[in-house]
């Protein structure tokens, strides 16, 4: 079946460490995004890439990067600049990058810092 | 730039009973809306969505969303709770001719007790 991988489901990190978070795509979609889950605060977009070899920063890049080299894969590296990165990080996918499509999301990554 | 309001960060209702999710929407031209659906430490599932076709959409476990223009409302409604419809809903509005970027509310939590 086709779907969004992420992994791992849970991850900790140290003060000062980057960490890679992993989003798969089987769906043959063009558009990749990610987003920041905070209580309260709904979703937040951090990156998003329309088409391979091209993303563009959302509303809270900072102390996040990117890479989209292959059209299934589009991981999101959380770096020691980001100074709060206790969240609930949610990949998605859609058909296109514009219209009204909706989006597919994986099942999330979980990211705790120790 | 366009929003989306969702009143009520928490909304409880007893089984059987009508439930109601509201959301307000601001867009300086014709919007995409969606509602997607949270259990927990999972990621979101698409309930329906509109995209400029009938006004009344019909949704996935039974339920629907009217959209009203001069309202700039799409409230989500079911007309009768089940136990398993307690999650978190988001609504997101994304805008029609540009690019398919979803903006979400910040969601309501419902609770649904017997």
């Not at chain 1, 969004?4 to 900790?12: A, D, H, M, V």
């Not at chain 1, 959380?78 to 969240?87: E, I, L, M, R, W």
């Not at chain 1, 099942?107 to 705790?112: A, E, F, H, P, Y």
């Not at chain 2, 309202?71 to 307690?86: I, V």
Request: with cysteine; aromatic share 12%.
């Amino acid at each position: 079946d086709g779907g969004i991988t992420q992994s791992p489901k849970y991850l900790f990190r140290k003060e000062g460490q980057n960490v890679t978070l992993s989003c798969e795509q089987n769906l043959n979609h063009d558009a990749m995004y990610w987003y920041r889950q905070d209580p309260g605060q709904g979703l937040r977009l951090i990156y998003y890439s329309q088409i391979v070899n091209d993303f563009q920063k959302g509303d809270i890049a900072e102390g996040y990067s990117v890479s989209r080299e292959k059209k299934e894969s589009f991981p999101l590296t959380v770096t020691s600049a980001q100074k709060n990165p206790t969240a609930f990080y949610l990949c998605a996918s859609s058909i296109q990058a514009t219209g009204g499509y909706g989006y597919t999301f994986g099942s999330g990554t979980r990211l705790t810092v120790v | 730039a366009q929003s989306v309001t969702q009143l009520g960060s928490h909304v409880s209702v007893s089984e059987g009973a009508l439930v109601l999710l509201r959301c307000n929407y601001s867009s300086s031209v014709p919007p995409y809306l969606f509602w997607y659906v949270q259990y927990p430490n999972q990621g979101l599932q698409l309930l329906l969505k509109y995209t400029s076709a009938a006004t009344l959409v019909k949704g996935i476990n039974g339920f629907e969303a009217e959209f009203k223009k001069s309202e700039t409302s799409f409230h989500l409604t079911k007309p009768s709770a089940h136990m398993s419809d307690a999650a978190e809903y988001f609504c997101a509005v994304t805008l029609s001719g540009g690019y398919n970027k979803l903006i979400f509310g910040a969601g309501t939590r419902l609770a649904v007790h017997p």
